[in-house]
């Protein structure tokens, strides 16, 4: 879907790119991977036809629709949700709206003029157009992809200005997939999303017929849908087959034979020169020494192998051994107003132990963390924390624990102590801040830049115990891996949260799972968690939890956007909202409320299924009503249109009970019945 030919693009003087090829098939997936300023985005930009290449071309088909997702971008719209994602149909809207029009002038002119057959004819066309353009199914795409990056229903009534940096992104993320475009090219895709929205959008990706390179630091993403991997280094592009994991195998064996070839032919470099100089002026040599030179001017020189990306350099440093109970937690709750996160939560963690946090988003992870760092006061319980436990915290996002005016050097020495200036120094450049790097000011610092200072404050505290909420953000992937072994070093204790997946199978030894306001206990990894679950008949509340609709398939979805839902189902909190917890209620009352729930979704089923026939029904009138012999028919076709208003009303009505049970079964279920987030 994409051919690219000898792509040359110079900045500042600099070749970023040079002769970079590759041809994209359709349907294929691929990665494009390299070192941070490799140019990755500038190469996705000049493939999106924004940015121009100084030499070579991009062909792409001229019925191939592309769509691009940049990493960042300004997105500031006062359109309601629901309106902002319908604007992706623009041609669908202004043929109903045409549609409509025809219909009233139809009903003003003689069935028997002229001008009425021309109506009529442009009427049975624009419904063919419109069953075309999947007019039919756009409330329903608009449901399952809202709902699946993570949007509530009510969500939908909101002005998209209303929503944060990175829901914005998820927002610009939903009308590209809305689309449906032939090629997409996703620049840090999920760098906005959460563990489940990430699993979300790559089981969409898998489902869809799309061509697809993307750029991604998030390593389980990449293996789970790169079919080949393309690596930019030193402005030159190699193709590898496989997946990520397959191309670090591959790249790591083949850059290994280029270091022997290049190592064994410099040797024999070395040797016929030595030769050379050895018997230049001897003249019964002088025949040997011309076929060397020779055979040194046919020699194609291998050209030094690469050296491997530049990571971050460091490890934790040796910390008190602490206390054997480092954090305990005993009917521990936090509320925020009537909203309950957490409720009446026991647990403990012991020293050398690394912990992950999992759960939906808004289940409470960083609500805990945070409780463990001194950062929140629970509601009620109590919370111990051990005599000899020292906390080091790494908040989630990168303003947190950083001072704005600050410079580098300020932030970093403000934590170490006296007479390590020079160690300091030499720390920062490990972190990639060497020479006048160290005056920056912190409000000038990218997201990575912000991170890479945080983890080295870090070094300086000699805490023994590390919380840590997203530790991985902005980081590239040399730098993850860096960050991993280094935890794993570190001899103290650690509580984590993370969405990457690599780093939740590598890292914990232990996974305290948060659902519903409870806690729960699980030795091992990600997996081992995923697999006990699995033994106990349950979902994994990250894996399998939401429905796997995709590009094209997936569960209906009503037009409000409440896709693929359980009746009775109601919508988990937004981000920075928290869960409201079961209250506690008599068996009696347990027992009266489950009846009412029975009884509720009852009713929902029938409505749900009485909306079900009224839409196949009015899909059948716009059938009929394509039909020449229908359309050219007045009476017919006014009985046709007569019959369509009052089915839609009646959906309507369908869509206001069906919206007042759901109401109804979540007040049910915050009383105590159950819930599903």
């Avoid at 849908?225 to 064996?253: D, P, Q």
């Avoid at 091992?524 to 894996?543: I, K, M, Q």
Wanted: proline share 4%.
């Amino acid at each position: 879907m994409i051919d690219v030919t000898t792509l040359d693009k110079y900045i500042g003087g600099r070749a970023l790119l040079s002769g970079v090829g590759f041809k994209l098939n359709p349907s294929e997936r691929a990665a494009l991977v390299g070192v941070n300023g490799s140019g990755k985005s500038t190469l996705l930009k000049i493939c999106a036809g924004l940015v121009s290449a100084d030499a070579g071309e991009v062909a792409v088909p001229r019925d191939a629709t592309l769509g691009y997702l940049p990493q960042h971008a300004d997105m500031d719209s006062e359109r309601p949700l629901r309106e902002e994602l319908r604007g992706v149909f623009a041609e669908v809207l202004a043929h109903q709206a045409e549609l409509d029009r025809l219909a009233h002038r139809m009903g003003e002119l003689d069935p028997a003029g002229d001008e009425y057959a021309r109506v009529a004819n442009r009427f049975g066309h624009l419904h063919h157009e419109l069953d075309r353009l999947g007019a039919y199914e756009m409330d329903a795409r608009i449901g399952r992809i809202s709902a699946g990056l993570g949007f509530r229903n009510t969500d939908l009534a909101r002005p998209c200005r209303d929503f944060s940096g990175g829901w914005r992104m998820r927002i610009l993320l939903a009308r590209l997939l809305l689309r449906n475009p032939d090629v997409l090219l996703l620049d840090e895709p999920t760098n906005h999303l959460d563990l489940e929205t990430m699993i979300w959008l790559e089981e969409w990706i898998r489902a869809s017929d799309a061509s697809v390179l993307l750029v991604s630091h998030e390593r389980a993403f990449m293996d789970n849908l790169a079919e080949r991997v393309f690596e930019i280094h030193e402005g030159r592009l190699t193709i590898y087959r496989g997946n990520y994991s397959t191309y670090l195998k591959t790249r790591e064996e083949r850059w290994a034979q280029w270091a022997r070839d290049y190592a064994n032919q410099q040797e024999e470099i070395a040797r016929i020169k030595v030769f050379v100089e050895r018997f230049r002026y001897k003249a019964t040599k002088a025949v040997q020494v011309q076929s060397r030179l020779k055979q040194l001017e046919k020699m194609v020189i291998i050209p030094p192998p690469p050296s491997e990306p530049a990571a971050i350099r460091f490890k934790f440093p040796e910390p008190d051994r602490g206390s054997k109970e480092v954090f305990a937690g005993e009917g521990l709750s936090l509320a925020y107003g009537a909203h309950r996160v957490l409720e009446a939560i026991d647990f403990a963690v012991w020293r050398g132990e690394r912990v992950a946090l999992v759960g939906l988003n808004g289940a409470g992870k960083s609500t805990l963390i945070k409780i463990m760092a001194g950062q929140l006061a629970p509601t009620d319980g109590e919370f111990r924390r051990g005599a000899s436990t020292t906390v080091e915290y790494f908040a989630q996002y990168e303003s947190e624990g950083l001072h704005p005016a600050n410079t580098i050097w300020n932030e970093v020495v403000s934590v170490a102590a006296a007479g390590v200036a020079e160690q300091a120094r030499n720390l920062l450049g490990g972190f990639f801040f060497r020479g006048d790097d160290i005056d920056k000011r912190i409000e000038v610092l990218s997201g990575g830049e912000r991170t890479r200072v945080r983890l080295a404050k870090m070094l300086f505290s000699g805490a023994n115990t590390l919380l840590l909420d997203e530790p991985t953000n902005h980081l590239d992937l040399a730098s993850r891996r860096t960050l991993e072994d280094a935890m794993l070093a570190f001899p103290g204790t650690i509580v984590l949260v993370s969405h990457d997946r690599v780093f939740l199978e590598k890292v914990p030894t232990r996974i305290l799972e948060i659902r519903d306001g409870r806690l729960r206990s699980f030795p091992g990894n990600y997996t081992d968690y995923c697999r006990a679950l699995a033994s106990l008949g349950e979902d994994s509340p990250l894996v399998g939890a939401r429905g796997r609709e995709g590009a094209a398939r997936g569960p209906a979805a009503t037009p409000d956007g409440t896709a693929g839902r359980r009746p009775g189902s109601v919508d988990r909190p937004a981000p920075g909202e928290a869960a409201p917890a079961a209250s506690d209620l008599t068996r009696e009352e347990r027992k009266a409320a489950e009846r009412e729930r029975r009884r509720i979704q009852r009713r929902i089923e029938d409505v749900e299924k009485a909306i079900a026939e009224d839409e196949r029904r009015v899909k059948a009138i716009d059938n009929e009503l394509m039909l020449p012999s229908v359309y050219s028919n007045p009476a017919r076709c006014a009985q046709l249109v007569a019959e369509q208003r009052e089915l839609k009303a009646s959906i309507e009505g369908g869509y206001a009970e069906w919206e007042q049970l759901q109401a109804e079964a979540e007040k049910i279920a915050e009383g105590g019945v159950g819930r599903a987030i």
